[in-house]
């Protein structure tokens, strides 16, 4: 070892230890340890053997030494040489050894060898593969857990999807495609029978009740058909406020169906529901999509029907007037586009002076086929598939296009009242919209005069009513069309600014009986200041019978039919 001094090597020290020496550094110090350790030099020619180890070790490095472990030196010796390490296994003795040697890096040329038994190693070993064996078996628990999961997670997915494509999100029932998968699976033909349900206004039950009352009533209707569904499940939803339901075809199906319906109207409560119901029987060879059709056919009889009971059954006189609605669809627009709807036009006069007050504008339709169709034909149809606001716009632009032409010739002006559905005050747009259509033609608003049915006005309707009165302050007409029809709250009369009150043509069914009732509403009207008319006098008896009362206003086939503004004008000049 040289010794420095200043920079520079001074001298050095020099010694050599003994083999015991060497020994003592080799030692295991465990009298206990499974093998035996000592160092070679060279081709096992210099072996320092663990001063503690018994004579075994010497038996082992002599069958090293000699020509019986010489495959086994050049196996080490190969292993060492390109590994820096080997490992090998022998026999001796009747026992398996494992010969590990790994180099010393101080002393080249000398390596530190373990002789260990294999039963020891393997026991290890065997530890370590029941420990891996465990570790595999959780981590397999813990892939078969995983799968598990993934697998309820997909049917859970697979569950959400078909809910999302055939179920109705709202009420739970199915929708239109669900319930086409379930008629096909239970195939209810012969002794069941299809009804439609459809609520009567529901856009402005969502209006005046709020979206919140609304969704509550479509609910409680659904659990209502779900319970009364036969088969089991057979009921669905297949519009806002239209849902169908499979009843058992027998002989009280009539009675079961008006049962539902008085229970579906008695759910709603704080306003005064009405509901219409079509069905049709399940024949052989008929489709879920084809029966439906006819429940609609039936459906559009039902909202004719006057009363309580609007329900109606198809049978083959519905299919033709089906027939006939779809050709109404189809042409719609093109009619109102080549102009063949055209504006009539039915005189209300004051009785007894007859002198004529103003006019009311009715649509009429010459179709290129189906001739000439009157407004109460098609004015159903156009609501159900949401054209009936179109035709509204359109009525009223060509009533203002009329009296224009008429201001700007220098003819006289009488007020003309438009027929509108609710959906034109559902905001302060949509009612702005019609006084800037009015603005447009440079004419006074109070000829133009709103006429609306009565039974859009329910407990609740302040938005609806406040629109009104802030359109009636611009100067136009209200009227309330078809009085007495179904249920009004008086409150409505001191709520609403009214010019006008028309009276349902039904109330006069009951005269002569009726004829004190009517009166006695007449003289009520007259002391609020609202003028009536009574609408629908179509008969002598009808005129004789409301002679005798004061003084009134009237509107019917013996005052003035509908007719076009040609024959109009042409009676006003004396022309016959």
Same mark, same amino acid.
């Given at each position: 070892?040289?010794?420095?001094?200043?920079?520079?090597?001074?001298?050095?020290?020099?010694?050599?230890?003994?083999?015991?020496?060497?020994?003592?550094?080799?030692?295991?110090?465990?009298?206990?340890?499974?093998?035996?350790?000592?160092?070679?030099?060279?081709?096992?020619?210099?072996?320092?053997?663990?001063?503690?180890?018994?004579?075994?070790?010497?038996?082992?490095?002599?069958?090293? !030494?000699?020509?019986?472990?010489?495959?086994?030196?050049?196996?080490?010796?190969?292993?060492?040489?390109? @590994?820096?390490a080997g490992t090998e296994r022998f026999d001796y003795g009747g026992e398996s050894y494992y010969l590990?040697?790994?180099?010393?890096?101080?002393?080249?040329?000398?390596?530190?060898?373990?002789?260990?038994?294999?039963?020891? =190693?393997?026991?290890?070993?065997?530890?370590?593969?029941?420990?891996?064996?465990?570790?595999? &078996?959780?981590?397999?628990?813990?892939?078969?857990?995983?799968?598990?999961?993934? @697998?309820?997670?997909?049917? *859970?997915?697979?569950?959400?999807?078909?809910? &999302?494509?055939?179920?109705?999100?709202?009420?739970?029932?199915?929708?239109?495609?669900?319930?086409?998968?379930?008629?096909?699976?239970?195939?209810?033909?012969? *002794?069941?029978?299809?009804?439609?349900?459809?609520?009567?206004?529901?856009?402005?039950? @969502?209006?005046?009740?709020?979206?919140?009352?609304?969704?509550?009533?479509?609910?409680?209707?659904?659990?209502?058909?779900?319970?009364?569904?036969?088969?089991?499940?057979?009921?669905?939803?297949?519009?806002?406020? !239209?849902? &169908?339901?499979?009843?058992?075809?027998?002989?009280?199906?009539?009675?079961?169906?008006?049962?539902?319906?008085?229970? =579906?109207?008695?759910?709603s409560t704080g306003y005064a529901l009405t509901v219409a119901c079509g069905i049709a029987a399940f024949?052989?060879?008929?489709?879920?999509?084809?029966?439906?059709?006819?429940?609609?056919?039936?459906?559009?009889?039902?909202?004719?029907?006057?009363?309580?009971?609007?329900?109606?059954?198809?049978?083959?006189?519905?299919?033709?007037?089906?027939?006939?609605?779809?050709?109404?669809?189809?042409?719609?627009?093109?009619?109102?586009?080549?102009?063949?709807?055209?504006?009539? =036009?039915?005189?209300?006069?004051?009785?007894?002076?007859?002198?004529?007050?103003?006019?009311?504008?009715?649509?009429?339709?010459?179709?290129?086929?189906?001739?000439?169709?009157?407004?109460?034909?098609?004015?159903?149809?156009?609501?159900?598939?949401?054209?009936?606001?179109?035709?509204?716009?359109?009525?009223?632009?060509?009533?203002?296009?009329?009296?224009?032409? !008429?201001?700007?010739?220098?003819?006289?002006?009488?007020?003309?009242?438009? @027929?509108?559905?609710?959906?034109?005050?559902?905001?302060?747009?949509?009612?702005?919209?019609?006084?800037?259509?009015? !603005?447009?033609?440079?004419?006074?608003?109070?000829?133009?005069?709103?006429?609306?049915?009565?039974?859009?006005?329910?407990?609740?309707?302040?938005?609806?009513?406040?629109?009104?009165?802030?359109?009636?302050?611009?100067?136009?007409?209200?009227?309330?069309?078809?009085?007495?029809?179904?249920?009004?709250?008086?409150?409505?009369?001191?709520?609403?600014?009214?010019?006008?009150?028309?009276?349902?043509?039904?109330?006069?069914?009951?005269?002569?009986?009726?004829?004190?009732?009517?009166?006695?509403?007449?003289?009520?009207?007259?002391?609020?200041?609202?003028?009536? =008319?009574?609408?629908?006098?179509?008969?002598?008896?009808?005129?004789?019978?409301?002679?005798?009362?004061?003084?009134?206003?009237?509107?019917?086939?013996?005052?003035?039919?509908?007719?076009?503004?040609?024959?109009?004008?042409?009676?006003?000049?004396?022309?016959?």
């Amino acid at each position: 070892v040289p010794v420095w001094h200043n920079g520079k090597v001074a001298g050095a020290v020099y010694g050599m230890l003994t083999e015991q020496a060497m020994a003592q550094i080799f030692a295991s110090g465990d009298a206990a340890a499974p093998g035996w350790l000592f160092s070679s030099a060279g081709d096992f020619h210099k072996i320092i053997l663990s001063s503690d180890k018994a004579g075994l070790d010497h038996e082992v490095v002599e069958m090293l !030494r000699s020509d019986a472990g010489k495959t086994l030196r050049q196996d080490i010796e190969w292993q060492l040489y390109y @590994n820096k390490a080997g490992t090998e296994r022998f026999d001796y003795g009747g026992e398996s050894y494992y010969l590990s040697a790994v180099p010393l890096p101080p002393l080249d040329g000398w390596y530190l060898d373990s002789i260990i038994p294999t039963q020891h =190693v393997d026991q290890t070993l065997n530890r370590i593969l029941i420990a891996a064996s465990v570790v595999n &078996l959780v981590f397999a628990l813990m892939l078969i857990f995983a799968f598990w999961s993934y @697998n309820r997670s997909e049917r *859970e997915n697979a569950q959400a999807v078909e809910r &999302l494509a055939y179920q109705d999100q709202l009420t739970g029932l199915w929708n239109w495609e669900g319930m086409q998968r379930a008629v096909r699976g239970q195939k209810p033909v012969g *002794e069941y029978a299809l009804l439609v349900l459809d609520f009567n206004g529901f856009s402005l039950i @969502n209006s005046i009740m709020g979206h919140e009352y609304g969704n509550q009533l479509l609910q409680q209707t659904a659990a209502l058909l779900r319970a009364a569904a036969v088969p089991a499940g057979l009921a669905c939803r297949v519009g806002a406020d !239209r849902f &169908l339901v499979c009843l058992q075809k027998q002989d009280d199906l009539l009675a079961r169906a008006e049962d539902l319906m008085q229970r =579906v109207q008695d759910a709603s409560t704080g306003y005064a529901l009405t509901v219409a119901c079509g069905i049709a029987a399940f024949e052989p060879g008929l489709s879920l999509p084809h029966v439906f059709e006819h429940c609609l056919a039936a459906l559009k009889i039902a909202k004719k029907c006057k009363g309580p009971r609007q329900l109606a059954v198809f049978d083959l006189r519905l299919e033709i007037e089906s027939k006939k609605s779809k050709s109404l669809e189809a042409d719609f627009v093109t009619a109102v586009e080549q102009g063949d709807i055209q504006f009539y =036009v039915q005189p209300v006069t004051e009785q007894p002076s007859g002198r004529l007050l103003s006019l009311e504008a009715l649509a009429h339709w010459e179709h290129s086929r189906l001739g000439l169709i009157r407004s109460d034909w098609f004015v159903p149809v156009l609501e159900e598939i949401g054209q009936l606001q179109k035709l509204d716009l359109y009525m009223l632009e060509s009533v203002c296009h009329w009296l224009a032409t !008429r201001k700007a010739e220098g003819k006289s002006l009488l007020p003309v009242s438009v @027929n509108l559905s609710p959906v034109h005050f559902a905001s302060d747009a949509s009612a702005q919209r019609l006084a800037d259509m009015v !603005r447009q033609h440079a004419l006074a608003f109070s000829l133009i005069q709103l006429e609306l049915p009565a039974r859009i006005f329910q407990l609740g309707s302040e938005p609806l009513i406040k629109r009104l009165n802030a359109l009636h302050e611009l100067g136009f007409g209200v009227i309330v069309d078809d009085f007495g029809d179904g249920y009004v709250p008086f409150q409505i009369l001191g709520l609403l600014h009214i010019d006008m009150i028309k009276l349902d043509r039904a109330n006069l069914h009951d005269l002569p009986h009726g004829h004190q009732l009517l009166e006695e509403f007449c003289h009520f009207a007259q002391r609020l200041l609202i003028p009536v =008319v009574i609408k629908g006098i179509e008969t002598q008896e009808q005129v004789d019978c409301l002679r005798e009362m004061a003084p009134y206003n009237a509107q019917g086939y013996m005052y003035g039919r509908p007719m076009s503004i040609q024959t109009y004008e042409q009676q006003e000049a004396g022309k016959p």
